[in-house]
């Protein structure tokens, strides 16, 4: 299975932008891009997804890279409530393999 | 969307026994997957859920100890058999609509277990 690197951890201030970096250079060709956040006591929860193109939702933006090796979340807005463990994952072979994710702290 | 309600949401058994975790949709779903994520840890995938047909085991889960049954669309159960303390973990219930990473997936609360 194709695997994601993420780092542990990231620190943002309060209503500022994070960008949350994720590389994945065994990616293959028909694997998605999903990235979900699981807050404290609380299962995952989706936040976006994508193939090649950059995608924007109400929760936050998806980067990609045009060779595909690596993506960005971007949360334009950070707020108390963004401080999550966040997952990028690739949506292959009809499952979801998740990584480690990095911890983001919301400084206010 | 698809809301997943699992079932208990917590338990506290002895070591030996075994315990039964049950997870219901609110809408039809192709994919039904069961994960596991021990305490600090990120998740991981148990099996895949199928429809009328024996679950597909990831590398290092077997039936004997994660039994499987998905009677219909829209329903599932996990057991964890013949627990020991190393089984204490939250347990999830995940479904997606197509198997093919173009939609979102559902996770369920999780059940939080713990075996003394």
């Known amino acids: 299975d194709a695997k994601t690197t993420q780092p542990n951890s990231m620190e943002s201030n309060e209503e500022e932008p994070v960008h949350l970096p994720c590389n994945h250079s065994?990616?293959?060709?028909?694997?998605?891009i999903h990235w979900y956040r699981q807050l404290p006591s609380q299962g995952p929860e989706y936040v976006i997804h994508?193939?090649?193109s950059n995608v924007n939702n109400r929760m936050a933006s998806l980067a990609i890279a045009e060779d595909r090796k690596s993506s960005t979340l971007i949360l334009h807005r950070a707020t108390l409530r963004d401080a999550a463990v966040y997952y990028c994952?690739?949506?292959?072979?009809?499952?979801?393999?998740f990584g480690t994710g990095t911890r983001l702290t919301i400084i206010p | 969307s698809a809301v997943i309600s699992q079932k208990p949401s917590r338990d506290i058994c002895q070591r030996g026994t075994s315990l039964t975790i049950q997870c219901q949709v609110d809408?039809?779903?192709?994919?039904m997957f069961w994960y596991r994520q021990q305490p600090g840890q990120s998740l991981t995938l148990i099996a895949t859920?199928?429809?009328?047909?024996?679950?597909?085991?990831e590398s290092g889960f077997v039936i004997d100890k994660f039994p499987i049954s998905r009677p219909n669309l829209t329903f599932s159960t996990l057991t964890v058999s013949n627990m020991s303390p190393e089984d204490s973990s939250i347990y999830l219930c995940?479904?997606?609509?197509?198997?093919?990473?173009?939609?979102?997936?559902?996770f369920g609360q999780g059940t939080r277990l713990t075996v003394v």
């Open positions: 995940s479904v997606e609509d197509l198997g093919t990473g173009t939609t979102e997936a559902f």
């Open positions: 065994t990616i293959s060709g028909t694997d998605y």
């Open positions: 994508g193939l090649t």
């Open positions: 994952i690739l949506f292959g072979n009809e499952k979801l393999t």
């Open positions: 809408s039809q779903v192709t994919m």
């Open positions: 859920a199928n429809q009328g047909s024996e679950a597909t085991y």
